[in-house]
């Protein structure tokens, strides 16, 4: 192990920086039982910046949410469009914006609705796709999609980590080298789709953002400039470097050939692993000590890994982060 290194704390405000976001919210305006006040209290104490309203097929009430809104708490316009064949997030929609919800995947509308999403600037989220209630599969094709929820919070079980995300988590990165060579990869991201008290942020996305607004929020999400976080508590720093170089996640990295290092330090996990993995697999994995507070170093080339990604699990398998790729070219 190596000595810890993490990017600078956030400053409050709008400066360029990591801030740690919710997508997947529902309030009492849908089938939620926290009110948008409540949810922004709890938001904040749970350390985020931002959250997304995500009401189930319909637009945010006018005036439910804005005034909630500060330099230092961001709140995104969103909708869940719950399909006959799989839900999605519409984030970044216009204030009073409907997504048509009445479609499924073997009439062809999805396309339509996605340009809705994109004409407005918004990001098309698949969401949960391998839930496990009816209509909660995902059967549309990601062509047109943006990102994958690889990660969503707790429903009925008790189990952070249910089977579902693992399913969802395994798609997404056997899927990665293959959309890579085409250049259509998609970033992963983690919402706790929070519907009870106690399930906000569990889990949340820490994006790079050049400011806290909506735009640059959803460029750092479309761009992969991003990690998920099961809580606050976890903090993971993940950078490559080659001949002088240096790249981190969601970034590429120009190789010209040569010897890549990678590092992850993370806090957070006690007694955790830290793994990596490329177009390969899993190639690496290490353990953290007692206190969940260490740092990996992993060598690689370009040749032998077209990207490099990392995962943190507790001793139980459990995830505790897991991050977007850097890709080495």
Known sequence: MSSLSFPPARAVGRGAAWYRGD??????HSDGELTPEELVVRGRAAKLDFIATTEHNSAAPPGAWGYLAADDF?????EEVTTKTGHWLALGISPGEVVDWNHQVRDGLIDKCLAQ???????????HPHAPFPSGGFMFPFLGFDVVEVWNGL????????ADNEAALAEWGHSLGADLQ??????????????????????HTVVFAEELTTEAVLAGIR?????????ADVDVSFSAYADGRVAGVG????????????????RGAPAGTVSFHTDRGMVYRAPLPG????????DTTAEQSAFVRIEVRHPNGHVAALTNPIILG
């Open 23 to 28: 997508c997947h919210v529902h309030s009492v």
């Open 74 to 78: 961001l709140i995104l316009l969103g």
């Open 117 to 127: 999403v994109h004409r407005a600037g918004g990001l098309c989220v698949a969401a």
């Open 155 to 162: 429903w009925t079980s008790d189990r952070p980590w249910n």
């Open 182 to 203: 085409t250049g259509s990869w998609r970033p992963a991201m983690g919402n706790s789709d929070t519907h009870l008290e106690g399930q906000i942020g569990i889990p």
């Open 223 to 231: 761009a992969g400039r991003s990690w998920i976080a099961e809580s």
């Open 251 to 266: 970034e590429r990295l120009a190789t010209h050939g040569g010897q890549v290092e990678v590092h992850a330090a993370v």
């Open 291 to 298: 206190d969940g507070a260490g740092a990996v170093q992993w």
